[in-house]
Protein backbone atom coordinates (compact mmCIF):
# COMPACT_ATOMS: atom_id res chain seq x y z
CA UNK A 1 0.00 0.00 0.00
CA UNK A 2 1.82 3.57 -1.12
CA UNK A 3 -1.03 5.43 0.60
CA UNK A 4 -0.51 8.08 3.26
CA UNK A 5 -0.90 5.69 6.86
CA UNK A 6 -1.67 6.39 10.49
CA UNK A 7 -0.71 5.31 13.52
CA UNK A 8 -3.23 4.54 15.84
CA UNK A 9 -6.54 3.69 14.19
CA UNK A 10 -8.04 4.25 17.55
CA UNK A 11 -7.10 5.63 20.95
CA UNK A 12 -8.88 5.76 23.81
CA UNK A 13 -7.53 7.91 26.85
CA UNK A 14 -8.03 9.35 30.01
CA UNK A 15 -8.15 12.88 30.93
CA UNK A 16 -4.70 14.34 31.56
CA UNK A 17 -2.50 11.37 29.61
CA UNK A 18 -0.02 12.55 26.60
CA UNK A 19 -0.90 10.75 23.59
CA UNK A 20 1.49 10.19 20.39
CA UNK A 21 0.20 10.02 16.88
CA UNK A 22 2.34 9.28 13.79
CA UNK A 23 1.88 9.56 9.79
CA UNK A 24 3.61 8.30 7.19
CA UNK A 25 2.90 10.47 4.42
CA UNK A 26 3.11 8.93 0.21
CA UNK A 27 6.93 8.64 0.13
CA UNK A 28 7.84 11.12 -2.76
CA UNK A 29 5.71 13.81 -1.23
CA UNK A 30 7.00 16.85 1.00
CA UNK A 31 4.44 18.62 2.33
CA UNK A 32 2.57 17.27 5.35
CA UNK A 33 -0.80 18.53 6.99
CA UNK A 34 -2.49 17.61 9.85
CA UNK A 35 -6.19 18.05 10.65
CA UNK A 36 -8.32 17.98 12.75
CA UNK A 37 -12.05 16.61 12.22
CA UNK A 38 -15.21 16.55 14.82
CA UNK A 39 -18.54 14.44 13.71
CA UNK A 40 -20.27 16.72 11.29
CA UNK A 41 -17.77 19.14 10.53
CA UNK A 42 -15.40 19.62 7.86
CA UNK A 43 -11.67 18.83 8.46
CA UNK A 44 -9.96 21.87 10.53
CA UNK A 45 -6.43 22.64 8.96
CA UNK A 46 -3.97 22.49 12.02
CA UNK A 47 -0.35 22.80 10.79
CA UNK A 48 1.85 21.96 7.97
CA UNK A 49 5.56 21.02 6.99
CA UNK A 50 7.10 21.73 3.83
CA UNK A 51 9.92 18.47 4.54
CA UNK A 52 11.12 19.12 7.90
CA UNK A 53 10.68 22.45 8.36
CA UNK A 54 6.74 23.44 10.13
CA UNK A 55 5.88 26.16 8.07
CA UNK A 56 2.44 27.01 9.70
CA UNK A 57 0.73 26.42 13.03
CA UNK A 58 -3.08 26.94 13.21
CA UNK A 59 -4.58 29.04 16.29
CA UNK A 60 -6.48 25.97 17.18
CA UNK A 61 -2.84 24.04 18.22
CA UNK A 62 -2.77 25.13 21.45
CA UNK A 63 0.48 24.98 23.48
CA UNK A 64 -0.44 20.61 25.03
CA UNK A 65 -0.12 20.28 20.96
CA UNK A 66 3.20 19.72 19.15
CA UNK A 67 4.65 18.08 15.97
CA UNK A 68 7.39 17.34 14.55
CA UNK A 69 8.77 15.87 11.07
CA UNK A 70 12.58 15.16 12.37
CA UNK A 71 14.06 13.58 8.73
CA UNK A 72 10.79 15.08 6.76
CA UNK A 73 9.42 11.81 6.28
CA UNK A 74 6.97 10.76 8.77
CA UNK A 75 5.61 13.12 11.35
CA UNK A 76 4.33 12.65 14.63
CA UNK A 77 1.42 14.45 16.70
CA UNK A 78 1.76 14.59 20.13
CA UNK A 79 -1.67 16.43 22.49
CA UNK A 80 -0.31 16.61 25.96
CA UNK A 81 -2.37 16.20 29.39
CA UNK A 82 -5.34 15.31 27.05
CA UNK A 83 -9.08 17.40 27.82
CA UNK A 84 -12.73 15.82 26.51
CA UNK A 85 -12.70 18.64 24.14
CA UNK A 86 -9.47 16.70 22.08
CA UNK A 87 -11.74 13.80 21.22
CA UNK A 88 -12.07 13.81 17.39
CA UNK A 89 -10.35 12.41 14.30
CA UNK A 90 -6.96 13.25 13.84
CA UNK A 91 -6.71 13.21 9.66
CA UNK A 92 -2.93 13.37 7.96
CA UNK A 93 -2.22 14.10 4.74
CA UNK A 94 0.06 14.53 2.00
CA UNK A 95 1.02 16.37 -1.15
CA UNK A 96 3.72 16.96 -3.14
CA UNK A 97 5.00 20.26 -4.07
CA UNK A 98 4.74 21.51 -7.60
CA UNK A 99 2.19 24.52 -7.22
CA UNK A 100 0.41 25.55 -4.59
CA UNK A 101 -2.57 23.99 -6.30
CA UNK A 102 -1.84 20.62 -5.44
CA UNK A 103 -4.27 18.14 -4.11
CA UNK A 104 -3.84 16.58 -0.87
CA UNK A 105 -3.75 12.44 -0.17
CA UNK A 106 -5.17 11.93 3.27
CA UNK A 107 -4.65 8.76 5.61
CA UNK A 108 -7.22 7.03 7.49
CA UNK A 109 -6.97 8.98 10.45
CA UNK A 110 -6.73 8.47 14.24
CA UNK A 111 -9.68 8.59 16.54
CA UNK A 112 -9.44 9.98 19.40
CA UNK A 113 -11.55 9.47 22.25
CA UNK A 114 -10.44 11.33 25.69
CA UNK A 115 -12.94 9.95 28.68
CA UNK B 1 -15.56 29.70 12.63
CA UNK B 2 -15.16 28.42 8.89
CA UNK B 3 -15.38 30.91 6.53
CA UNK B 4 -16.82 28.14 3.59
CA UNK B 5 -19.97 27.21 4.37
CA UNK B 6 -21.91 24.84 2.14
CA UNK B 7 -25.58 24.03 1.79
CA UNK B 8 -27.64 22.31 2.30
CA UNK B 9 -25.97 20.48 5.59
CA UNK B 10 -28.01 17.34 4.51
CA UNK B 11 -29.66 15.75 1.96
CA UNK B 12 -31.87 12.99 1.10
CA UNK B 13 -32.77 11.79 -2.12
CA UNK B 14 -34.70 8.94 -4.00
CA UNK B 15 -32.26 7.08 -6.41
CA UNK B 16 -32.31 8.17 -9.56
CA UNK B 17 -32.76 11.88 -8.47
CA UNK B 18 -30.52 14.49 -8.87
CA UNK B 19 -28.30 16.35 -6.08
CA UNK B 20 -27.09 19.21 -5.69
CA UNK B 21 -24.59 21.18 -3.31
CA UNK B 22 -23.24 24.70 -3.23
CA UNK B 23 -20.40 26.10 -1.55
CA UNK B 24 -19.81 29.85 -0.49
CA UNK B 25 -16.67 31.74 0.04
CA UNK B 26 -16.02 34.93 2.11
CA UNK B 27 -13.25 35.43 0.49
CA UNK B 28 -11.82 34.89 -3.07
CA UNK B 29 -10.38 31.38 -3.64
CA UNK B 30 -7.00 30.98 -5.79
CA UNK B 31 -8.31 26.96 -6.41
CA UNK B 32 -11.46 24.50 -5.07
CA UNK B 33 -11.01 21.07 -4.30
CA UNK B 34 -14.19 18.83 -3.77
CA UNK B 35 -13.44 16.03 -1.86
CA UNK B 36 -15.81 12.57 -1.17
CA UNK B 37 -16.01 11.57 2.66
CA UNK B 38 -17.98 7.64 3.00
CA UNK B 39 -19.30 6.95 6.11
CA UNK B 40 -16.43 6.21 8.73
CA UNK B 41 -14.02 6.95 6.06
CA UNK B 42 -11.70 9.70 5.30
CA UNK B 43 -11.64 12.82 2.39
CA UNK B 44 -10.99 11.23 -1.15
CA UNK B 45 -10.13 13.49 -3.48
CA UNK B 46 -12.91 14.38 -6.46
CA UNK B 47 -11.73 17.37 -8.64
CA UNK B 48 -9.84 21.09 -8.32
CA UNK B 49 -11.13 23.81 -9.88
CA UNK B 50 -8.56 26.72 -10.71
CA UNK B 51 -10.21 28.89 -13.65
CA UNK B 52 -13.13 31.11 -12.80
CA UNK B 53 -16.29 29.95 -14.39
CA UNK B 54 -14.55 26.78 -15.20
CA UNK B 55 -16.76 23.78 -15.70
CA UNK B 56 -15.71 19.70 -15.53
CA UNK B 57 -17.32 16.81 -15.76
CA UNK B 58 -16.60 13.28 -13.96
CA UNK B 59 -19.41 11.08 -15.30
CA UNK B 60 -22.59 11.71 -13.48
CA UNK B 61 -20.73 14.72 -11.38
CA UNK B 62 -20.65 18.23 -12.85
CA UNK B 63 -18.43 20.86 -10.88
CA UNK B 64 -18.41 24.43 -11.46
CA UNK B 65 -16.09 27.20 -10.27
CA UNK B 66 -17.65 30.66 -9.73
CA UNK B 67 -16.97 33.90 -12.05
CA UNK B 68 -16.06 35.73 -9.14
CA UNK B 69 -14.29 32.45 -7.32
CA UNK B 70 -16.42 32.50 -4.52
CA UNK B 71 -18.46 29.98 -4.61
CA UNK B 72 -18.63 26.38 -6.39
CA UNK B 73 -21.12 23.49 -7.15
CA UNK B 74 -21.46 20.06 -7.33
CA UNK B 75 -24.26 18.05 -9.04
CA UNK B 76 -25.11 14.37 -9.57
CA UNK B 77 -27.06 13.56 -12.32
CA UNK B 78 -28.97 9.96 -11.25
CA UNK B 79 -27.76 9.43 -7.89
CA UNK B 80 -27.11 5.88 -7.17
CA UNK B 81 -26.60 4.23 -3.51
CA UNK B 82 -22.39 4.40 -4.19
CA UNK B 83 -23.10 8.39 -4.08
CA UNK B 84 -23.90 8.17 -0.37
CA UNK B 85 -21.44 10.49 1.53
CA UNK B 86 -20.54 13.81 2.64
CA UNK B 87 -19.03 15.95 -0.08
CA UNK B 88 -17.06 18.82 0.78
CA UNK B 89 -15.49 21.38 -0.68
CA UNK B 90 -12.13 23.04 0.38
CA UNK B 91 -10.01 26.20 -0.75
CA UNK B 92 -6.97 27.94 -0.69
CA UNK B 93 -8.47 31.52 0.63
CA UNK B 94 -6.76 34.04 -1.23
CA UNK B 95 -3.44 34.22 -2.54
CA UNK B 96 0.31 33.18 -1.00
CA UNK B 97 -1.78 31.02 1.02
CA UNK B 98 -0.79 27.59 1.50
CA UNK B 99 -3.33 25.76 3.27
CA UNK B 100 -6.82 24.49 2.27
CA UNK B 101 -10.05 25.37 4.46
CA UNK B 102 -12.97 23.02 4.30
CA UNK B 103 -16.34 23.47 3.46
CA UNK B 104 -18.98 22.59 6.21
CA UNK B 105 -20.14 19.55 4.27
CA UNK B 106 -22.82 18.42 2.64
CA UNK B 107 -24.63 14.72 3.52
CA UNK B 108 -26.25 12.85 1.11
CA UNK B 109 -28.34 9.91 2.00
CA UNK B 110 -29.89 8.15 -0.80
CA UNK B 111 -33.49 6.23 -0.27
CA UNK B 112 -33.15 2.80 -2.53
Known amino acids: DTGVSQDPRHKITKRGQNVTFRCDPISEHNRLYWYRQTLGQGPEFLTY????????KSRLLSDRFSAERPKGSFSTLEIQRTEQGDSAMYLCASTIDRTLQETQYFGPGTRLLVL | GQQVMQIPQYQHVQEGEDFTTYCNSS?????IQWYKQRPGGHPVFLIQLVKSGEVKKQKRLTFQFGEAKKNSSLHITATQTTDVGTYFC????????????FGTGTRLTIIP
Open chain 2, 27 to 31: TTLSN
Open chain 1, 49 to 56: FQNEAQLE
Open chain 2, 90 to 101: AGILGFGNEKLT
